[in-house]
Protein backbone atom coordinates (compact mmCIF):
# COMPACT_ATOMS: atom_id res chain seq x y z
CA UNK A 1 0.00 0.00 0.00
CA UNK A 2 1.58 3.35 -0.69
CA UNK A 3 1.83 6.05 1.45
CA UNK A 4 -0.54 7.99 1.59
CA UNK A 5 -0.19 12.35 2.48
CA UNK A 6 -2.93 14.81 3.54
CA UNK A 7 -2.89 18.02 3.03
CA UNK A 8 -5.87 20.45 4.45
CA UNK A 9 -6.25 23.37 5.75
CA UNK A 10 -5.89 22.43 9.63
CA UNK A 11 -5.22 19.12 10.73
CA UNK A 12 -7.31 17.66 12.86
CA UNK A 13 -6.48 17.19 16.85
CA UNK A 14 -5.83 13.33 16.58
CA UNK A 15 -5.87 12.61 20.61
CA UNK A 16 -9.29 14.49 21.04
CA UNK A 17 -12.89 12.69 20.25
CA UNK A 18 -14.90 16.37 20.20
CA UNK A 19 -14.25 18.16 16.95
CA UNK A 20 -16.90 19.70 14.98
CA UNK A 21 -16.67 20.25 11.67
CA UNK A 22 -17.26 17.45 8.70
CA UNK A 23 -13.45 17.34 7.24
CA UNK A 24 -11.73 16.75 10.96
CA UNK A 25 -14.25 14.07 11.54
CA UNK A 26 -14.59 12.52 8.36
CA UNK A 27 -10.59 12.29 7.76
CA UNK A 28 -9.33 12.10 11.10
CA UNK A 29 -10.46 8.36 12.22
CA UNK A 30 -9.10 6.64 8.48
CA UNK A 31 -6.13 8.42 8.66
CA UNK A 32 -5.59 6.86 12.02
CA UNK A 33 -6.02 3.50 10.98
CA UNK A 34 -4.15 3.82 8.09
CA UNK A 35 -1.45 6.02 8.79
CA UNK A 36 0.30 8.46 6.65
CA UNK A 37 1.34 12.27 6.26
CA UNK A 38 -1.12 15.00 7.62
CA UNK A 39 -0.41 18.36 6.47
CA UNK A 40 -1.78 22.09 7.30
CA UNK A 41 -2.14 24.85 9.50
CA UNK A 42 -1.76 24.81 13.00
CA UNK A 43 -3.77 27.44 13.70
CA UNK A 44 -1.33 29.64 15.24
CA UNK A 45 -0.34 33.44 13.66
CA UNK A 46 2.91 34.79 14.09
CA UNK A 47 4.51 38.12 12.85
CA UNK A 48 5.23 38.63 9.06
CA UNK A 49 9.31 38.94 10.03
CA UNK A 50 9.15 35.53 12.26
CA UNK A 51 9.70 32.60 10.48
CA UNK A 52 9.04 29.53 12.06
CA UNK A 53 10.28 26.11 10.18
CA UNK A 54 7.32 23.72 9.82
CA UNK A 55 6.83 21.16 13.30
CA UNK A 56 6.68 17.28 12.33
CA UNK A 57 5.94 15.40 14.98
CA UNK A 58 4.33 11.52 15.49
CA UNK A 59 1.23 10.73 16.84
CA UNK A 60 0.64 6.60 16.24
CA UNK A 61 1.22 6.26 12.60
CA UNK A 62 0.48 9.78 11.43
CA UNK A 63 3.14 11.91 10.77
CA UNK A 64 1.49 15.51 11.43
CA UNK A 65 3.14 18.87 9.78
CA UNK A 66 2.22 21.84 10.89
CA UNK A 67 2.87 25.65 9.48
CA UNK A 68 2.06 28.26 11.11
CA UNK A 69 0.63 31.80 9.05
CA UNK A 70 1.25 35.23 9.63
CA UNK A 71 -1.30 37.33 10.63
CA UNK A 72 -1.76 39.01 7.21
CA UNK A 73 -1.58 35.24 5.51
CA UNK A 74 -4.37 34.52 8.37
CA UNK A 75 -6.52 37.83 7.21
CA UNK A 76 -5.90 37.45 3.49
CA UNK A 77 -5.80 33.92 2.46
CA UNK A 78 -8.61 32.61 5.39
CA UNK A 79 -10.64 34.97 6.41
CA UNK A 80 -10.36 36.84 3.16
CA UNK A 81 -9.96 34.50 -0.24
CA UNK A 82 -11.23 31.24 2.00
CA UNK A 83 -14.35 32.23 3.75
CA UNK A 84 -15.13 35.85 2.39
CA UNK A 85 -15.17 34.81 -1.36
CA UNK A 86 -15.00 30.81 -1.85
CA UNK A 87 -17.08 29.79 0.87
CA UNK A 88 -20.31 31.97 0.02
CA UNK A 89 -19.27 31.95 -3.87
CA UNK A 90 -19.47 27.92 -3.63
CA UNK A 91 -22.82 27.87 -1.55
CA UNK A 92 -23.90 29.95 -4.39
CA UNK A 93 -24.36 33.28 -1.86
CA UNK A 94 -23.04 35.92 -3.81
CA UNK A 95 -24.58 38.73 -1.84
CA UNK A 96 -21.69 37.87 0.70
CA UNK A 97 -18.92 37.43 -1.25
CA UNK A 98 -16.28 40.63 -0.41
CA UNK A 99 -13.62 40.15 -3.40
CA UNK A 100 -10.53 41.90 -2.86
CA UNK A 101 -7.44 41.65 -4.78
CA UNK A 102 -4.92 41.36 -1.71
CA UNK A 103 -7.06 38.13 -0.43
CA UNK A 104 -6.35 36.64 -3.74
CA UNK A 105 -2.20 37.40 -3.74
CA UNK A 106 -2.63 36.00 -0.02
CA UNK A 107 -4.15 32.83 -1.04
CA UNK A 108 -2.05 32.38 -3.72
CA UNK A 109 1.08 33.03 -1.27
CA UNK A 110 -0.21 30.78 1.29
CA UNK A 111 -0.89 28.15 -1.09
CA UNK A 112 3.17 28.38 -2.21
CA UNK A 113 4.38 28.47 1.30
CA UNK A 114 2.04 25.06 1.60
CA UNK A 115 4.09 23.61 -1.64
CA UNK A 116 7.35 24.45 0.17
CA UNK A 117 6.77 22.76 3.34
CA UNK A 118 5.17 20.00 1.67
CA UNK A 119 8.29 19.07 -0.89
CA UNK A 120 11.09 17.92 1.94
CA UNK A 121 8.27 15.66 3.04
CA UNK A 122 7.24 13.67 0.30
CA UNK A 123 8.74 10.11 -1.52
CA UNK A 124 8.35 9.29 -4.68
CA UNK A 125 5.97 6.63 -4.26
CA UNK A 126 3.50 9.03 -2.11
CA UNK A 127 -0.25 9.63 -2.91
CA UNK A 128 -1.22 12.92 -2.42
CA UNK A 129 -5.31 13.99 -1.73
CA UNK A 130 -5.87 17.83 -1.09
CA UNK A 131 -8.51 18.39 0.22
CA UNK A 132 -11.18 21.54 0.23
CA UNK A 133 -11.24 25.05 -1.14
CA UNK A 134 -8.70 26.47 0.64
CA UNK A 135 -6.06 25.06 -1.13
CA UNK A 136 -7.81 24.49 -4.65
CA UNK A 137 -4.40 25.85 -6.76
CA UNK A 138 -1.83 23.15 -4.78
CA UNK A 139 -1.09 20.74 -7.59
CA UNK A 140 -0.37 23.55 -9.52
CA UNK A 141 2.36 24.83 -7.34
CA UNK A 142 3.72 21.20 -6.31
CA UNK A 143 3.77 20.58 -10.01
CA UNK A 144 5.48 23.78 -10.85
CA UNK A 145 8.33 22.69 -8.52
CA UNK A 146 8.78 19.29 -10.35
CA UNK A 147 6.54 17.22 -7.97
CA UNK A 148 5.51 13.97 -10.39
CA UNK A 149 3.49 11.70 -7.79
CA UNK A 150 -0.14 11.24 -8.24
CA UNK A 151 -2.24 14.42 -7.09
CA UNK A 152 -6.11 14.11 -5.99
CA UNK A 153 -8.20 16.31 -4.87
CA UNK A 154 -11.49 16.29 -2.89
CA UNK A 155 -13.83 19.44 -2.55
CA UNK A 156 -16.08 19.26 0.79
CA UNK A 157 -18.40 21.82 -0.07
CA UNK A 158 -20.72 22.18 -3.48
CA UNK A 159 -19.28 23.42 -6.59
CA UNK A 160 -21.24 26.26 -7.90
CA UNK A 161 -23.17 26.40 -11.36
CA UNK A 162 -20.95 28.38 -14.16
CA UNK A 163 -23.00 31.52 -13.97
CA UNK A 164 -22.69 31.58 -10.25
CA UNK A 165 -18.80 30.58 -10.64
CA UNK A 166 -18.44 33.39 -13.19
CA UNK A 167 -19.35 36.17 -10.98
CA UNK A 168 -15.78 36.29 -9.11
CA UNK A 169 -13.18 38.01 -11.03
CA UNK A 170 -10.30 34.53 -11.88
CA UNK A 171 -12.85 32.33 -12.14
CA UNK A 172 -10.84 30.97 -15.10
CA UNK A 173 -8.06 30.29 -13.28
CA UNK A 174 -9.57 28.63 -10.39
CA UNK A 175 -10.85 26.05 -12.33
CA UNK A 176 -7.69 25.52 -14.68
CA UNK A 177 -5.89 25.06 -11.20
CA UNK A 178 -8.23 22.41 -10.19
CA UNK A 179 -7.56 20.75 -13.68
CA UNK A 180 -4.18 20.42 -12.60
CA UNK A 181 -5.25 17.51 -10.35
CA UNK A 182 -5.05 13.86 -11.24
CA UNK A 183 -8.60 13.02 -9.81
CA UNK A 184 -10.92 15.33 -8.71
CA UNK A 185 -13.79 14.23 -6.44
CA UNK A 186 -16.79 16.30 -5.77
CA UNK A 187 -19.78 15.06 -3.04
CA UNK A 188 -23.02 14.97 -5.89
CA UNK A 189 -23.61 14.72 -9.44
CA UNK A 190 -25.22 18.19 -8.90
CA UNK A 191 -21.64 19.49 -8.50
CA UNK A 192 -19.74 17.08 -11.00
CA UNK A 193 -22.34 18.46 -13.68
CA UNK A 194 -21.49 21.87 -12.75
CA UNK A 195 -17.89 21.15 -13.05
CA UNK A 196 -18.20 19.67 -16.08
CA UNK A 197 -20.89 22.17 -17.70
CA UNK A 198 -18.17 25.02 -16.68
CA UNK A 199 -15.11 23.14 -18.65
CA UNK A 200 -17.02 22.78 -21.31
CA UNK A 201 -18.67 25.98 -21.97
CA UNK A 202 -15.66 28.52 -20.71
CA UNK A 203 -12.88 26.10 -21.25
CA UNK A 204 -13.59 24.33 -24.47
CA UNK A 205 -12.65 20.84 -22.90
CA UNK A 206 -14.24 17.77 -24.17
CA UNK A 207 -15.38 15.10 -21.97
CA UNK A 208 -14.62 11.72 -22.98
CA UNK A 209 -16.80 8.55 -23.07
CA UNK A 210 -15.83 6.77 -19.48
CA UNK A 211 -16.26 10.87 -17.65
CA UNK A 212 -12.95 11.81 -17.82
CA UNK A 213 -12.47 15.49 -19.08
CA UNK A 214 -9.81 15.89 -21.71
CA UNK A 215 -6.67 18.59 -21.09
CA UNK A 216 -4.90 18.67 -23.54
CA UNK A 217 -2.90 15.63 -24.28
CA UNK A 218 -3.47 13.86 -20.80
CA UNK A 219 -7.24 13.66 -18.89
CA UNK A 220 -8.31 13.94 -15.68
CA UNK A 221 -11.06 11.81 -13.86
CA UNK A 222 -13.73 14.00 -12.01
CA UNK A 223 -16.00 11.94 -10.19
CA UNK A 224 -18.67 11.90 -7.52
CA UNK A 225 -17.67 10.18 -3.97
CA UNK A 226 -19.76 11.17 -1.54
CA UNK A 227 -18.52 11.41 1.84
CA UNK A 228 -19.47 9.07 4.63
CA UNK A 229 -19.48 8.37 8.36
CA UNK A 230 -18.30 5.63 10.47
CA UNK A 231 -21.34 3.50 11.37
CA UNK A 232 -20.62 1.26 13.15
CA UNK A 233 -18.51 3.27 15.72
CA UNK A 234 -21.37 5.86 15.76
CA UNK A 235 -24.26 3.32 16.72
CA UNK A 236 -21.93 1.55 19.22
CA UNK A 237 -22.00 5.46 20.87
CA UNK A 238 -25.24 5.24 20.76
CA UNK A 239 -26.42 2.61 22.09
CA UNK A 240 -23.67 3.15 25.18
CA UNK A 241 -25.94 4.83 28.08
CA UNK A 242 -25.17 8.35 29.16
CA UNK A 243 -26.51 9.22 32.18
CA UNK A 244 -27.57 12.67 31.77
CA UNK A 245 -29.27 12.64 28.62
CA UNK A 246 -31.21 9.09 30.34
CA UNK A 247 -32.32 11.46 33.15
CA UNK A 248 -33.77 14.18 30.83
CA UNK A 249 -35.18 11.95 28.70
CA UNK A 250 -37.12 10.31 31.25
CA UNK A 251 -38.22 13.49 32.30
CA UNK A 252 -39.54 14.26 29.16
CA UNK A 253 -41.48 10.53 28.59
CA UNK A 254 -43.29 11.75 32.16
CA UNK A 255 -43.97 14.74 30.71
CA UNK A 256 -44.84 13.22 27.05
CA UNK A 257 -42.73 15.36 25.29
CA UNK A 258 -40.75 15.38 21.97
CA UNK A 259 -37.77 16.50 21.22
CA UNK A 260 -36.51 18.39 17.60
CA UNK A 261 -32.38 18.35 17.68
CA UNK A 262 -30.57 20.68 15.27
CA UNK A 263 -26.82 20.62 15.51
CA UNK A 264 -24.76 22.44 13.41
CA UNK A 265 -21.58 24.86 13.25
CA UNK A 266 -22.81 28.57 13.39
CA UNK A 267 -22.63 29.25 9.89
CA UNK A 268 -25.17 31.31 7.04
CA UNK A 269 -25.52 28.10 5.17
CA UNK A 270 -27.21 25.81 7.91
CA UNK A 271 -30.48 27.89 7.66
CA UNK A 272 -30.40 28.25 11.42
CA UNK A 273 -32.70 31.49 11.45
CA UNK A 274 -35.47 29.66 9.05
CA UNK A 275 -35.11 26.84 10.86
CA UNK A 276 -35.89 28.56 14.63
CA UNK A 277 -38.75 30.09 12.02
CA UNK A 278 -39.87 27.01 10.91
CA UNK A 279 -40.23 25.73 14.70
CA UNK A 280 -42.50 28.94 15.95
CA UNK A 281 -44.82 28.34 13.18
CA UNK A 282 -44.89 24.91 13.91
CA UNK A 283 -46.63 25.82 17.46
CA UNK A 284 -48.98 28.69 15.49
CA UNK A 285 -50.29 25.97 12.80
CA UNK A 286 -50.73 23.53 15.46
CA UNK A 287 -51.12 24.66 18.83
CA UNK A 288 -51.91 20.91 20.30
CA UNK A 289 -47.90 20.87 19.69
CA UNK A 290 -47.51 23.52 22.02
CA UNK A 291 -45.87 21.83 25.44
CA UNK A 292 -45.35 18.74 23.93
CA UNK A 293 -42.62 19.12 22.20
CA UNK A 294 -39.44 21.45 21.74
CA UNK A 295 -35.96 21.86 20.01
CA UNK A 296 -32.86 22.11 21.12
CA UNK A 297 -30.06 23.61 18.85
CA UNK A 298 -26.63 22.89 19.25
CA UNK A 299 -24.27 25.27 17.09
CA UNK A 300 -20.69 26.14 17.18
CA UNK A 301 -19.61 29.33 16.75
CA UNK A 302 -17.20 29.63 13.70
CA UNK A 303 -15.16 32.03 11.99
CA UNK A 304 -16.13 34.68 13.97
CA UNK A 305 -13.93 37.46 12.59
CA UNK A 306 -16.26 36.86 9.87
CA UNK A 307 -19.08 39.94 9.79
CA UNK A 308 -21.30 37.73 8.17
CA UNK A 309 -20.80 34.85 11.04
CA UNK A 310 -21.27 37.63 13.62
CA UNK A 311 -24.53 39.01 12.37
CA UNK A 312 -25.78 35.36 11.77
CA UNK A 313 -24.69 34.69 15.64
CA UNK A 314 -27.04 38.04 17.00
CA UNK A 315 -29.81 37.16 14.74
CA UNK A 316 -30.39 33.58 16.20
CA UNK A 317 -29.64 34.91 19.77
CA UNK A 318 -32.60 37.33 19.22
CA UNK A 319 -35.19 34.92 17.52
CA UNK A 320 -34.43 32.44 19.82
CA UNK A 321 -35.29 34.27 22.69
CA UNK A 322 -38.57 35.94 20.89
CA UNK A 323 -39.70 32.25 20.53
CA UNK A 324 -39.22 31.50 23.62
CA UNK A 325 -40.45 35.09 25.21
CA UNK A 326 -43.73 34.49 23.09
CA UNK A 327 -44.47 30.46 23.78
CA UNK A 328 -43.01 29.61 26.88
CA UNK A 329 -44.64 28.26 29.89
CA UNK A 330 -43.44 28.03 33.56
CA UNK A 331 -42.41 24.54 33.15
CA UNK A 332 -42.18 24.49 29.59
CA UNK A 333 -38.83 25.99 26.74
CA UNK A 334 -39.51 25.59 23.47
CA UNK A 335 -36.22 26.55 22.36
CA UNK A 336 -32.52 25.43 23.71
CA UNK A 337 -30.39 27.05 21.87
CA UNK A 338 -26.83 25.71 23.21
CA UNK A 339 -23.23 27.04 22.05
CA UNK A 340 -20.28 24.79 22.06
CA UNK A 341 -18.77 21.63 21.24
CA UNK A 342 -20.59 18.63 22.40
CA UNK A 343 -18.51 15.26 22.87
CA UNK A 344 -19.54 12.98 19.99
CA UNK A 345 -20.66 10.14 22.35
CA UNK A 346 -23.04 12.43 24.13
CA UNK A 347 -23.92 13.72 20.73
CA UNK A 348 -24.86 10.32 19.76
CA UNK A 349 -26.90 9.71 22.60
CA UNK A 350 -28.75 13.25 22.30
CA UNK A 351 -29.36 12.43 18.44
CA UNK A 352 -30.98 9.08 19.84
CA UNK A 353 -33.08 10.48 22.04
CA UNK A 354 -34.71 13.05 19.30
CA UNK A 355 -37.54 12.43 18.11
CA UNK A 356 -36.73 14.13 14.92
CA UNK A 357 -33.68 14.91 13.58
CA UNK A 358 -33.56 18.54 11.82
CA UNK A 359 -31.50 19.04 9.00
CA UNK A 360 -32.15 22.10 6.65
CA UNK A 361 -28.82 24.09 5.34
CA UNK A 362 -29.89 26.57 2.75
CA UNK A 363 -26.67 25.06 0.81
CA UNK A 364 -24.40 21.70 1.98
CA UNK A 365 -21.74 20.09 0.56
CA UNK A 366 -22.95 16.39 1.69
CA UNK A 367 -24.15 17.20 5.97
CA UNK A 368 -22.66 14.33 7.74
CA UNK A 369 -25.19 15.37 10.94
CA UNK A 370 -28.08 13.62 8.52
CA UNK A 371 -26.27 10.67 8.18
CA UNK A 372 -25.45 10.55 12.66
CA UNK A 373 -28.59 11.43 13.12
CA UNK A 374 -30.11 8.24 11.56
CA UNK A 375 -27.10 5.91 12.43
CA UNK A 376 -27.90 6.81 16.33
CA UNK A 377 -31.55 5.89 15.55
CA UNK A 378 -32.93 2.46 17.15
CA UNK A 379 -34.85 0.29 15.21
CA UNK A 380 -37.38 -0.84 17.81
CA UNK A 381 -38.37 2.88 17.67
CA UNK A 382 -36.95 5.50 15.29
CA UNK A 383 -37.27 9.31 14.78
CA UNK A 384 -37.68 11.17 11.64
CA UNK A 385 -35.06 12.76 9.94
CA UNK A 386 -36.10 16.16 8.34
CA UNK A 387 -33.92 17.02 5.64
CA UNK A 388 -32.95 20.03 2.85
CA UNK A 389 -33.45 19.12 -0.37
CA UNK A 390 -30.49 21.37 -1.06
CA UNK A 391 -28.11 19.50 1.29
CA UNK A 392 -25.69 16.60 -0.53
CA UNK A 393 -26.97 14.18 1.48
CA UNK A 394 -30.44 14.24 0.03
CA UNK A 395 -29.18 13.41 -3.43
CA UNK A 396 -29.22 9.83 -1.20
CA UNK A 397 -31.16 9.80 1.79
CA UNK A 398 -34.79 10.04 -0.09
CA UNK A 399 -36.64 8.04 2.65
CA UNK A 400 -36.15 11.29 4.92
CA UNK A 401 -38.83 13.80 4.82
CA UNK A 402 -37.19 16.03 2.37
CA UNK A 403 -38.17 20.23 2.82
CA UNK A 404 -37.05 23.27 1.21
CA UNK A 405 -35.38 25.17 3.64
CA UNK A 406 -36.36 28.65 1.97
CA UNK A 407 -40.12 27.58 2.94
CA UNK A 408 -40.70 28.06 6.52
CA UNK A 409 -44.45 26.69 6.10
CA UNK A 410 -43.09 23.53 4.38
CA UNK A 411 -41.04 22.56 6.94
CA UNK A 412 -43.45 23.28 9.76
CA UNK A 413 -45.82 20.87 7.81
CA UNK A 414 -43.18 18.04 7.45
CA UNK A 415 -42.01 18.92 11.73
CA UNK A 416 -45.78 18.00 12.48
CA UNK A 417 -45.77 14.99 10.00
CA UNK A 418 -42.83 13.33 11.49
CA UNK A 419 -44.18 14.63 15.11
CA UNK A 420 -47.00 12.49 14.18
CA UNK A 421 -45.77 9.73 11.85
CA UNK A 422 -46.55 6.31 13.00
CA UNK A 423 -44.02 3.63 14.06
CA UNK A 424 -44.14 1.21 11.18
CA UNK A 425 -43.64 3.82 8.94
CA UNK A 426 -41.00 5.10 10.31
CA UNK A 427 -39.27 1.50 10.59
CA UNK A 428 -39.66 1.51 7.39
CA UNK A 429 -37.84 4.50 6.44
CA UNK A 430 -35.04 3.93 9.03
CA UNK A 431 -34.16 0.59 7.70
CA UNK A 432 -34.16 2.32 4.36
CA UNK A 433 -32.06 5.28 4.98
CA UNK A 434 -29.99 2.91 7.31
CA UNK A 435 -29.05 0.66 4.38
CA UNK A 436 -28.34 3.81 2.44
CA UNK A 437 -25.82 4.90 5.41
CA UNK A 438 -24.03 1.57 5.44
CA UNK A 439 -23.13 1.83 1.31
CA UNK A 440 -21.81 5.10 1.39
CA UNK A 441 -19.93 5.08 4.73
CA UNK A 442 -16.76 6.95 5.54
CA UNK A 443 -14.80 3.41 4.05
CA UNK A 444 -16.10 3.48 1.11
CA UNK A 445 -15.46 6.93 0.32
CA UNK A 446 -11.84 6.74 0.87
CA UNK A 447 -11.69 3.21 -0.67
CA UNK A 448 -13.13 4.58 -4.32
CA UNK A 449 -11.33 7.64 -4.28
CA UNK A 450 -7.97 6.07 -3.26
CA UNK A 451 -8.26 3.35 -5.68
CA UNK A 452 -9.53 5.67 -8.45
CA UNK A 453 -6.22 7.65 -7.15
CA UNK A 454 -3.62 5.00 -6.80
CA UNK A 455 -4.55 3.37 -10.16
CA UNK A 456 -6.02 5.74 -12.65
P1 LIG B 1 -19.43 21.05 7.90
O1 LIG B 1 -19.97 22.27 7.24
O2 LIG B 1 -18.68 21.26 9.13
O3 LIG B 1 -18.55 20.18 6.91
P2 LIG B 1 -21.14 18.61 8.49
O4 LIG B 1 -21.00 17.71 7.33
O5 LIG B 1 -22.50 18.64 9.07
O6 LIG B 1 -20.76 20.13 8.18
O7 LIG B 1 -20.14 18.12 9.59
C1 LIG B 1 -20.12 18.66 10.87
C2 LIG B 1 -19.51 17.64 11.83
O8 LIG B 1 -19.16 18.31 13.03
C3 LIG B 1 -20.47 16.53 12.20
O9 LIG B 1 -19.76 15.35 12.39
C4 LIG B 1 -21.10 17.03 13.49
O10 LIG B 1 -21.52 16.01 14.36
C5 LIG B 1 -19.95 17.81 14.10
N1 LIG B 1 -20.48 18.95 14.86
C6 LIG B 1 -21.12 20.03 14.40
N2 LIG B 1 -21.48 20.83 15.41
C7 LIG B 1 -21.07 20.24 16.54
C8 LIG B 1 -21.14 20.56 17.94
N3 LIG B 1 -21.74 21.67 18.37
N4 LIG B 1 -20.60 19.70 18.81
C9 LIG B 1 -20.01 18.56 18.37
N5 LIG B 1 -19.91 18.20 17.09
C10 LIG B 1 -20.43 19.03 16.19
C11 LIG B 1 -18.06 20.31 5.57
C12 LIG B 1 -19.12 20.59 4.51
C13 LIG B 1 -20.20 19.54 4.57
C14 LIG B 1 -19.58 18.15 4.40
C15 LIG B 1 -18.43 17.96 5.35
C16 LIG B 1 -17.68 16.66 5.07
O11 LIG B 1 -19.67 21.88 4.70
O12 LIG B 1 -21.16 19.76 3.56
O13 LIG B 1 -20.56 17.17 4.66
O14 LIG B 1 -17.49 19.02 5.26
O15 LIG B 1 -17.25 16.59 3.76
Request: aromatic content about 8%; glycine content about 6%; overall charge negative.
Amino acid sequence: MKRLVVVSNRVADLKRSAQSGGLAVGLADSLKRRGGVWMGWDGQTMRADEQPEPRIRKIGDVTQVTIPLTEEDYAQYYLGFSNSVLWPLFHYRLDLVDYKTVYLEGYRRVTSKFADALLPVLEPDDLIWIHDYHLIPLAAELRQRGCKQRIGYFLHIPFPPPEVLAAVPRHRWLVESLLEYDVLGFQTNTDLGNLQHYVEENLGCKMEANGRIAVGDRSVHAGCFPIGIDVDAFVAMAEQPNEEVQIETQRREILGRKQIIGVDRLDYTKGLPDRLRAFARLLELYPEMRKSVALMQIATPTREEVEAYVEIRTELEALSGSINGRFADFNWTPVRYIHGIVPRDALAALFRASQVGLVTPLRDGMNLVAKEYIAAQSMENPGVLVLSKFAGAAEDLREALIVNPFDVDDMARNLCRALTMPLEERQQRQRALMKRIREHDNAHWLKSFLSVLENG
